[in-house]
């Protein structure tokens, strides 16, 4: 009876979607935490260097 059962969990591909699904939802998330941190500095330079040539309104 054993046998029976682990063989057909070892045959079973039905949670593989669910564990792939998972591994993309990861990798797309690294990717925008990579990007925000990348450009990040960038344009908090940009929006600094913007701010610095407006004239003073007091």
Request: aromatic letters at 6%.
């Amino acid at each position: 009876m054993m046998p029976k059962r682990i063989a057909r969990f070892v045959k079973d591909r039905s949670g593989v979607t669910g564990i792939e699904y998972g591994f993309i939802a990861l990798l797309v998330a690294v990717g925008i935490v990579a990007s925000v941190t990348i450009l990040g500095d960038s344009v908090s330079a940009t929006y600094t260097t913007v701010a610095a040539s407006l004239p003073d309104q007091g």
